[in-house]
């Protein structure tokens, strides 16, 4: 099974259809995953969980808010991925730390065969993949790791239309 990280954003969309591309044809199962922060761990990040008043406001309303606009990006995600031929199932996932610690986590869980993730995120879900998220990802986890810009699909799109000017070659990476 892969192990899709998607925010919704251009980079994670065109890491979906990579995976496609790479593994569609086989009909490969893969969970689709979006992370998301708590509310109190984003105040207490923040710095605002000690401000008066703060820490009593309510959260569990707002977490829920959350999870379930999480879960809608999953399953666009998972949509995504069933159109590239991937058998895809969606997941929303609190994060635990970081959403790379997250992704790692449910990796090792799921026994996933390969993590999935664009190399950039600032989508819907704009705390899933940042930089620093395909990074620690990639120098981490125990299994291979698919790094996908987001102009990948693109120039692959036009190079089969013959236009080789914006070819770009796709850049699977393993994790050492």
Known sequence: MLLIAYDGSQSARAAIDQAGTL?????????VLTTWEPYQD??????AATLGGAASMPTADLDEQVSRHALETATEGAELATAVGLRAAP???PTTGSPATTILEVADEIEAEAIVLGSRGHGRVASLLLGSTSHHVLHHAHRPVIVVPSDCVAGEKAARAGDTSRATPPTPARAA
Not at 23 to 31: C, K, N, Q, V, Y
Not at 42 to 47: A, D, I, K, N, Q
């Open 23 to 31: 593994l569609g044809r086989t009909g490969t199962d893969a969970l």
């Open 42 to 47: 984003t105040l207490t990040r923040s710095g």
């Open 91 to 93: 997941r929303a996932e």
